[in-house]
């Protein structure tokens, strides 16, 4: 029974098979994937989930990027940052590159918070979990936020 159904597949895919791999609507399907695919791979969309922290003789350790994403939110939070920055991990060789993007308060100085963040986040990294092959940590600010003064102080000023 197994090999009747054997053959019947393989008849099916000899007779048909080769009609649909010849059909316009199949090769327009396959140049549309492979056009798809160059523009992921060139705008690097395909990016590694994991990331190689230590390379010894007996074997290799990786870790996820959410890991590594969750843990710099905790750090960011333990500093007090109430808005979630936008976090990209990548690698350049054996390096880790992170960057880091938030909105900052207008109460905090630029370089106070960013040498801050910096720091907090290295000891973090480097002596809680032992990543030591951080190269930099790059913080953008996207906008600052000001805080809202009520009608009364703003009309008065004037």
Not at 94 to 114: A, Y
Request: a positive charge.
């Amino acid at each position: 029974m197994l090999e009747d159904l054997c053959n019947w597949v393989s008849a099916q895919l000899k007779t048909e098979g080769l009609a649909i791999v010849r059909s316009p609507y199949f090769l327009w399907f396959i140049g549309l994937m492979v056009i798809y695919m160059a523009i992921k791979i060139t705008t690097g969309s395909i990016r590694r989930t994991i990331l190689c922290l230590l390379d010894n003789e007996s074997g290799k350790v990786f870790i996820k990027k959410s890991v590594l994403k969750e843990t710099i939110l905790d750090a960011c939070k333990s500093l007090g940052m109430q808005i979630k920055p936008r976090i990209d991990i990548f690698s350049k060789g054996k390096k880790i590159n992170i960057r880091i993007s938030f909105v900052m308060p207008s109460d905090q100085k630029l370089p106070e918070i960013s040498t801050t963040l910096q720091k907090h986040l290295h000891i973090v990294l480097a002596d809680d979990i032992g990543i030591k092959n951080i190269d930099k940590i790059d913080i953008v600010i996207v906008g600052i936020r000001r805080n809202n003064l009520p009608r009364s102080e703003t009309t008065e000023e004037f």
